[in-house]
């Protein structure tokens, strides 16, 4: 039977079945369920020796799993009639329940996608990845056979522990059906976090053996500062809500306890535009899942494309068009709109707040378009030439602005300034119909102007970049643009620290976005907004005329090649 099974598996998708022959070996298997039974042991016992003993009754020392008043914080401890302390189970259970939880998503995440990461390096070391791109395998076959097979031991771990779960869940009065939402939850956030890992391996290899432990350590920094920065003053009325919509340590169910330290749920007032997701946790989770598949596919767009392909881009021009809207139209909807949208007499700093988070997430996105769209040196050399070609042959020039808005090989910055054309008209819209002041909006319309403008200056001088010679070419363009992004705003706050008096200056940094928000009291700050939008224009005219210049130049090189070899 298990001979069967073996066949079949080797049948359905022979990559998985080539991860699991790998690492299924009983020694494996054995140490694997080992610490995973260990560790679960540990946090057992860890829990129990916290209970409140009848030594604490006579000492008179207050436990938070006692049930008397609370003192200091804690509970006094009581006992019953036979003098045993009565202890909370549910509470007790239930922190069980939510500290496995997240150690188990927490570990999940993070160490399945270094596994992931670390085995397409491995891959590429061995140069075995150019050899399973030649099986007769399709790319989704072979991904799904990466993304089940390589953390196989991990699941089996996970698996292992579900019982306890189980057991201290149900203990704490949540609900099965929760519960299991929960692990949808778990599911759903892994693949995507599973399917960046493996893009990430793909596109990231030039970072050699560091590439594993920059993923998954970031990727672990991000869950652990998020849970740490937003546990205290979550709110799930912004667009900051996003963050714990991709953290599963925010998707947890709650048992209803009285506890004062729980504040679970994090989306119990949790509005999608005007629609009450968060009032029942099924719906938050399905919401949540939904957004994960969405993400999941575009990742998805770009692992077949990059894998087919190690020199295409990571998103066509179309798709990235796509991405932005739908990118918008979530975090849009997470904004606070029952403040902004339906109450009169709104907060003052509601509005730049929420154009602040939206802004900083268009940020995020923007980086991975100019990384997703911008296509290397070789792509856009061949490109020139074909172009120079085309342009001899009289194509005139309608055909080059579609080139250049729907072409893969051809630059991509036309292509970011659409893209932050339709982000750009999003936000305005929900500026404009605001119920805040007319000097609010007129703020938040120049911060969204510089936020653009920001953007195709950094796709302009990031695609300039990767038309260098130098072989470390990408290395370049990160550190550069990591560079410009970063060090401006700590340059200027040691030499100009008042942006009030040095307006100009601060305004072609990465906060000028924010200090459009919430300018400062300066007389000339509108001259200011006058010559920092000149500037920002010509600078982007000087990069672009800087990269015109230099593809001509090699488009008009390699066709001279070309006739010299016909001839």
């Known amino acids: 039977m298990i001979q069967a099974l073996i066949n079949y598996l080797g049948n359905w998708n022979p990559q998985l079945f080539r991860e699991l022959k790998g690492r299924f070996k009983p020694r494996n298997l054995l140490l694997t369920s080992a610490i995973s039974l260990l560790g679960q042991f540990i946090l057992f016992m860890s829990f129990q020796s916290q209970l409140p003993t009848r030594l604490s009754v006579l000492q008179g020392n207050p436990n938070k799993y006692c049930t008397g008043a609370t003192k200091y914080n804690f509970a006094e401890c009581l006992t019953d009639g036979l003098g045993k302390v009565i202890i909370n189970w549910q509470l007790w259970s239930w922190e069980i329940f939510i500290w496995l939880s997240i150690i188990v998503s927490f570990g999940l995440i993070a160490a399945g996608s270094y596994l992931l990461i670390n085995d397409l390096a491995t891959e590429e070391r061995r140069d075995t990845l150019n050899f399973i791109r030649l099986s007769p395998q399709s790319p989704q076959s072979i991904l799904w056979g990466k993304i089940l097979g390589v953390p196989a031991l991990l699941y089996i771990a996970v698996v292992l522990a579900l019982p306890l779960h189980l057991w201290s869940g149900l203990n704490a009065k949540i609900p099965l059906i929760e519960i299991i939402s929960f692990y949808a939850v778990v599911i759903s956030v892994s693949f995507v976090y599973y399917s960046a890992a493996l893009l990430f391996g793909l596109v990231g290899s030039w970072l050699g053996s560091f590439q594993a432990w920059l993923g998954s350590g970031a990727l672990l920094g991000y869950l652990i500062f998020t849970k740490q920065s937003f546990s205290s003053n979550f709110s799930a009325n912004t667009p900051v809500s996003v963050f714990g919509l991709i953290n599963p340590s925010f998707l947890m169910p709650y048992?209803?306890?009285?506890?004062?330290?729980?504040?679970?749920?994090?989306?119990?007032?949790?509005?999608?535009?005007?629609?009450?997701?968060?009032?029942?946790?099924?719906?938050?989770?399905?919401?949540?899942?939904?957004?994960?598949?969405?993400?999941?596919?575009?990742?998805?767009?770009?692992?077949?494309?990059?894998?087919?392909?190690?020199?295409?881009?990571?998103?066509?021009?179309?798709?990235?068009?796509?991405?932005?809207?739908?990118?918008?139209?979530?975090?849009?909807?997470?904004?606070?709109?029952?403040?902004?949208?339906?109450?009169?007499?709104?907060?003052?700093?509601?509005?730049?707040?929420?154009?602040?988070?939206?802004?900083?997430?268009?940020?995020?996105?923007?980086?991975?378009?100019?990384?997703?769209?911008?296509?290397?040196?070789?792509?856009?050399?061949?490109?020139?030439?074909?172009?120079?070609?085309?342009?001899?042959?009289?194509?005139?020039?309608?055909?080059?602005?579609?080139?250049?808005?729907?072409?893969?090989?051809?630059?991509?910055?036309?292509?970011?300034?659409?893209?932050?054309?339709?982000?750009?008209?999003?936000?305005?819209?929900?500026?404009?119909?605001?119920?805040?002041?007319?000097?609010?909006?007129?703020?938040?319309?120049?911060?969204?102007?510089?936020?653009?403008?920001?953007?195709?200056?950094?796709a302009a001088l990031t695609q300039l970049i990767l038309f260098m010679k130098n072989e470390q070419r990408q290395l370049w363009a990160t550190g550069v643009l990591m560079a410009v992004i970063v060090l401006p705003p700590i340059f200027l706050g040691i030499f100009f620290s008042r942006p009030e008096n040095y307006a100009v200056v601060w305004l072609f940094s990465i906060a000028a976005p924010l200090i459009a928000l919430s300018p400062p009291t300066s007389d000339g700050l509108s001259f200011a907004y006058f010559l920092a939008i000149l500037g920002h224009f010509a600078l982007t005219g000087f990069l672009v005329s800087q990269l015109s210049r230099k593809l001509k130049k090699a488009g008009e090189s390699a066709t001279k090649t070309l006739l010299a070899a016909v001839n």
């Open 255 to 458: 048992s209803d306890i009285d506890y004062q330290f729980s504040n679970i749920p994090k989306f119990k007032s949790f509005h999608w535009f005007t629609l009450p997701l968060g009032e029942n946790f099924i719906t938050t989770a399905c919401f949540a899942v939904i957004v994960y598949f969405i993400g999941a596919y575009f990742i998805w767009q770009s692992l077949q494309r990059c894998f087919r392909d190690p020199n295409v881009t990571m998103l066509s021009k179309k798709q990235s068009y796509l991405l932005t809207a739908v990118f918008n139209f979530i975090i849009l909807g997470c904004a606070d709109w029952q403040e902004l949208i339906f109450n009169i007499s709104s907060r003052s700093y509601s509005l730049p707040e929420n154009i602040g988070f939206l802004m900083v997430l268009n940020l995020g996105l923007f980086l991975y378009l100019i990384a997703g769209i911008s296509p290397g040196r070789q792509t856009l050399q061949d490109w020139a030439r074909y172009r120079h070609i085309e342009q001899s042959q009289k194509l005139g020039k309608t055909s080059l602005i579609h080139d250049l808005i729907w072409s893969e090989k051809s630059p991509g910055i036309l292509a970011i300034a659409i893209n932050v054309i339709i982000s750009v008209t999003c936000l305005s819209c929900f500026v404009l119909i605001s119920q805040v002041s007319i000097e609010n909006k007129n703020n938040s319309w120049i911060a969204l102007l510089f936020a653009g403008s920001l953007a195709v200056i950094y």
